[in-house]
């Protein structure tokens, strides 16, 4: 990795999820250089951080392919053109450069001069939503999110919410697991009905209209044993649980990028048809980004990096051409 204090790239990525390892390709097959900074310590974004077991059923070409997977394949295919990672760090500043481009600081003091940015941040810095009763219990065996599965296997496993993500992990622990319930505080799921349906076929408990009112440990201090449930018109029950999965969703925001001069849209980035923002020189794309009829995919996401790079090296260099030439050689 290169000194970011030294630093001069002709685009810096900012995210280092699926859609900006897919820039960081496309940067290189366009003969531009790059950096990329994201502030998890691990490339892939949310997928490595929240799903990196779950399978992704939206990538052309896969009938399905796992989180991890996916990633690893975008890190080995940007491989080749050699791009600079710049993770755990956060982009905080951003500003004309003096002769052209512009120059990101860090956290840290460090700062990257780029001839363009772009900006392919996801939902931004995410956090997860508590469990009151969980408070003292993360990494005691209450999580948020399962980066390995084998982790829980032939334990007792209590997953809380009623979303995707809540039902996702029951499939992926449910082969592996002592057991696996799901608690729910309403009757009502926001999950895909067709999830909802694979999960009752599996024969898993679903508890709903209940709340998880106490976790508990053999000892004072010891690891967790097991639930206490407050469930409406039964009262009280008692659950083994040597894992609590709280996936209750997470709230999200864009950091400092939201002072950046761009115009925001309800957390998400104004683009025309060539990625561009409202300030020049700087770009977005994926979930980010935001215009009419946009539809919120990883396959979406791989397209606008696309358009994005392409626009950014004809805007670096006017004599390139916009079409890049088949990729297939």
């Known amino acids: 990795m290169s000194s970011p204090e030294k630093l001069s790239v002709d685009v810096l990525i900012i995210g280092a999820g699926p859609t900006g390892l897919f820039a960081a390709y496309y940067?290189?097959?366009?003969?531009?250089?790059?950096?990329?900074?994201?502030?998890?310590?691990?490339?892939?974004?949310?997928?490595?951080?929240?799903?990196?077991e779950k399978m992704i059923y939206d990538v052309a070409g896969f009938p399905a392919v796992?989180?991890?997977?996916?990633?690893?394949?975008?890190?080995?295919q940007a491989a080749q053109w050699d791009p600079t990672y710049l993770l755990g760090r956060k982009a905080v500043g951003l500003e004309e450069a003096e002769g052209g481009g512009l120059e990101v600081s860090l956290d840290g003091g460090d700062v990257v001069r780029a001839g363009?940015?772009?900006?392919?941040?996801?939902?931004?810095?995410?956090?997860?939503?508590?469990?009151?009763?969980?408070?003292?219990?993360?990494g005691r065996g209450m999580v948020h999110?399962?980066?390995?599965?084998?982790?829980?296997?032939?334990?007792?496993?209590?997953?809380?919410?009623g979303g995707d993500s809540a039902f996702d992990w029951v499939l992926a622990l449910h082969p592996i697991a002592a057991s696996v319930t799901l608690v729910h505080r309403r009757s009502r799921f926001r999950a895909a009905e067709?999830?909802?349906?694979e999960v009752r076929g599996l024969g898993v408990r679903i508890i709903t209209d209940a709340e998880v009112t106490r976790l508990r440990g053999e000892t004072e201090d010891g690891p967790?044993?097991?639930?206490?449930?407050?469930?409406?018109?039964?009262?009280r029950e008692v659950l083994p649980a040597q894992t609590v999965v709280a996936a209750l969703g997470f709230t999200a925001d864009l950091g400092p990028i939201e002072n950046w001069g761009l115009e925001i849209e309800r957390r998400s980035i104004a683009v025309d048809t060539t990625m561009a923002t409202a300030r020049e020189w700087v770009y977005a794309a994926g979930d980010v980004a935001a215009y009419p009829g946009k539809v919120k995919l990883i396959a979406t996401g791989f397209g606008e990096a696309a358009t994005a790079i392409n626009n950014i090296g004809v805007a670096l260099n006017p004599g390139a051409k916009l079409f890049p030439g088949h990729s297939s050689g």
């Open 27 to 52: 940067a290189g097959f366009r003969g531009l250089s790059m950096a990329v900074v994201d502030s998890l310590p691990e490339a892939g974004g949310q997928v490595t951080a929240m799903y990196p």
């Open 66 to 76: 796992r989180g991890r997977d996916l990633v690893k394949g975008l890190v080995e």
């Open 116 to 138: 363009a940015v772009l900006v392919t941040a996801g939902i931004g810095e995410f956090t997860p939503r508590p469990l009151p009763a969980g408070d003292g219990w993360l």
């Open 145 to 161: 999110f399962v980066p390995a599965l084998d982790v829980h296997a032939g334990k007792h496993v209590v997953v809380v919410g």
């Open 194 to 197: 067709s999830i909802v349906r």
């Open 224 to 235: 967790l044993a097991e639930v206490e449930l407050e469930i409406k018109n039964e009262g």
